[in-house]
């Protein structure tokens, strides 16, 4: 069985360091990545590196949760971008489907944002 | 091992159907859920159950994607709050923690927004 898992760490450790060459290998040629909060999607490896290398900001990606079962796998990340007037950071999400050889097929990102709980009942939550 | 996918979807299911009971039987009796994008937090079944059973509108899960590993398991799933004046509609992740007997000791929600897409490089993006 692909260890998905271990593809998946290698996917964002790499990112993590921008080591190109090494991220492209883990993607087919025909990979599509998609937003889905934004509907967008970017077709093929080519331009799906050109998308990672010119995304500014400095930003870093620590892996938190990785779950993967031979077919798929989900990373719950942690994202930090270091500004002059205070790094920013929360946690996002990405889904990888590989090929039977273990090739990343389909990228999916999810960027979640903080927002203000709405009402709820009262005496059951507690805020960290 | 623990057959952590198909109790995802269970957990899924069974909240859909608001079939409380059989949802509960799922759960650790001081299971934890959170909120990271708000920092909630609600501590045991109890209190979790009454938080499902207020939780305003006529909404509803379907799973989308389920990947587990034994330990784990993630849901992305789609949701709908059906309204007067227009369905509304989005995906959203669960991702779930389980004891070595399979009982769910923490659940921990992402609902990310739609939001408008940044510049990007020219060329690269198809919108959907």
Redesign the interface.
């Known amino acids: 069985m692909i260890d998905t ?1 271990a593809l998946a760490e290698r996917f964002l450790t790499t990112l993590e360091a921008r080591n190109w060459e090494a991220w492209q290998a883990l993607l087919a040629d025909d990979v599509v990545y998609e ?9 093929g490896r080519a ?1 799906y590196l ?2 990672n290398q ?1 995304y500014p900001g400095d930003w870093h990606l620590t892996p938190k ?1 990785i ?3 031979g077919r ?3 990373i ?1 990340f942690g994202w930090l971008v270091r500004r002059p007037e205070g790094d920013e950071t ?2 996002a ?1 990405v ?1 990888l489907e590989f090929d039977d050889t273990g090739v990343i097929t389909k990228v999916t990102d ?8 709405p009402a ?2 009262e005496g ?5």
């Open positions: 898992a937003l889905p909060q934004t509907r967008e999607r970017i077709r331009a050109i998308f010119t949760v779950i993967g079962d798929r796998a989900v719950w929360a946690d999400q889904f999810f960027w979640p944002e903080p927002y203000e709980p709820r009942p059951l939550i507690e805020r960290w």
